[in-house]
């Protein structure tokens, strides 16, 4: 319930400007808080269109797949990131 507010800000913020692709990431980190990780991987879907080789994305695509149970899938993404060194 805390990411709720942020949900929201980034959201509005997220609404002037579709393209700035880094608040979309926080985005999806702050629905992967509030517990929304479906709409947090339809963020990060639309985030990786534009930044197809960004190792966050690929991060917070693991751990939005984890958090919907999806571990197999999750630790797809998520070494690839951490075996760059990268966040």
Known sequence: AAALPAVASLSRALALDPSWEMLRLDLARAYVAAGQAQRALR????AL???PTTDAVELVRGDALHALGQTAAAYTDIPVSLLNGRR
């Open 43 to 46: 963020e990060l879907d639309t």
């Open 49 to 51: 269109e534009v930044m």
